[in-house]
């Protein structure tokens, strides 16, 4: 029987919202006097979770409440769940970023945590400094990091910029560097929040690649968290679900990951009353229609058939719609990209309209039959998250059906990827 790697025992998360600690004297001395008396903390009892699609009425609010597992030495974990669920905060109460606020953590083994662009490393020192720093956190020996050096540069691929501060390094290097140094360095276990997402599609794979080979191949424990969840599947054996800073699902990676994205089907079309956006909302998404060529609204669609995608908006500021740029995304039920419809790139300058919709016409639906999720971007001006307008991941979802699009008596089988249709023959 393998023996245990990490052990959490009611482990729960509170913070105060735009505070540092409890925030106002009276909540202090109230805690001392609890304290004094031998009772347990008053503001313990109160908060609520963190569900960020309602409007919360207490100041405090649980990060994470009552969490229990047991991950076994080995074990590769995806930790999976939408935005705001409690996923990095587990990871930094786990590799000690931060303090539970009830519970602990059992750990037999070194952690090597990989977490937001710019943790564990010190700005002004080198590359190199900082290989041999995190190292020593590690407690490893200089000869045991020396020994590892050569094979942490070389993956990295910062040879040239070794000696030089890490300040002056791309967020593209630093994840590149400090992902090298978390995996090579001999810890038993090592947590990789997504900040892989800052690296290109090749480094990408390189890492996902080492990780299989940490945790296959070397027999250390890897937890990783992402929203790729076709890496999840592949690299992880076990999965935990996390929402509202609670685990609803924990078993294989498999079924964890079917688990979430059947969760996931019931979509709230009703944009005006969804809490989950983001941007300034100087213009506002209120409906969302998915229309086939027969003008029906719908939540499906054949393959190859022509459909719209219509917004419904109202405008709550003055807003200059010529430097709105709005993107349309169509993710897969892995959560990868299949296609994005971007008008800048498509030379779209939009003007306001008495009907306040907006309306995309796709001549060809070139999807294979799946479920897939439609996510709006909206921009002011520049195709950055600072200059949202509205931004509403999971907005709508429509599944595509299958047809015998090739004529040749067979129906298109159920994958996730594009179907391409044109001048071509084997």
């Known amino acids: 029987m393998k023996e245990l790697a990490i052990k959490a025992e009611n482990i729960s998360k509170q913070y105060r919202l735009g505070e540092v600690g409890t925030g106002t004297l009276s909540h202090d001395l109230n805690r001392f006097y609890h304290k004094l008396r031998g009772k347990e903390d008053p503001y313990l009892k109160i908060g609520e979770a963190n569900d960020r699609s309602q409007k919360g009425t207490s100041d405090y609010v649980w990060s994470l409440r009552d969490i229990n597992f047991e991950i076994e030495q080995g074990d590769a974990v995806g930790i999976i769940g939408r935005n705001g669920a409690g996923k990095s905060t587990l990871l930094k109460l786990l590799s000690k970023v931060t303090k539970p606020t009830t519970g602990s953590f059992k750990v037999n083994g070194r952690i090597a945590s990989l977490l937001e662009v710019g943790t564990g490393f010190n700005p002004e020192m080198t590359g190199r400094e900082n290989i041999y720093l995190n190292g020593a956190i ?53 947590i990789v929040d997504e900040v892989l997402a800052v690296g290109d599609a090749e480094f990408q794979k390189k890492c996902l690649g080492k990780m299989g080979d940490v945790s296959k191949g070397e027999g250390r424990t890897v937890l990783f968290v992402s929203h790729n969840m076709s890496a999840v599947k592949s690299l992880c054996d076990k999965g935990i679900l996390l929402k509202n800073g609670q685990i609803v699902y924990n078993s294989s990676a498999d079924e964890t990951v079917d688990y979430y994205f059947n969760s996931n089907k019931e979509i709230e079309r009703n944009l005006h009353e969804r809490k989950d956006r983001q941007g300034n909302q100087k213009i506002q998404f209120t409906d969302i229609q998915i229309i086939n060529s027969k003008k029906d609204v719908v939540s499906e669609v054949f393959i190859n058939e022509p459909i719209q995608i219509k917004l419904h908006y109202k405008v709550n500021q003055a807003f200059d719609f010529s430097k709105l740029i709005l993107s349309i995304v169509l993710y897969d039920n892995f959560e990868n990209v299949m296609c994005a419809f971007a008008s800048d790139e498509m030379g779209v300058k939009f003007i306001e309209n008495s009907d306040n919709e907006i309306v995309l016409e796709i001549p060809s639906i070139q999807l294979r039959p799946n479920l897939y999720s439609v996510a709006i971007y909206s921009f002011y001006e520049k195709t950055h998250e600072n200059n949202y307008v509205d931004t509403i991941l999971n907005a709508s979802s429509f599944e595509v ?21 044109g001048n071509y023959k084997f």
């Open 138 to 190: 590690l407690g490893m020996r200089r000869q045991e990091i020396t020994r590892k050096f050569d094979e942490i540069v070389a993956f990295s691929g910062v040879e040239r910029y070794i000696d030089t501060p890490v300040k002056r390094y791309s967020s593209g290097m630093y994840v590149r560097l400090a992902f090298a140094v978390a995996a090579h360095l001999e810890s038993e276990i090592l």
């Open 401 to 421: 059906l299958s047809d015998d699009v090739y004529d040749s008596g067979k129906l298109i089988r159920n994958m996730n990827c594009a179907f391409i249709r």
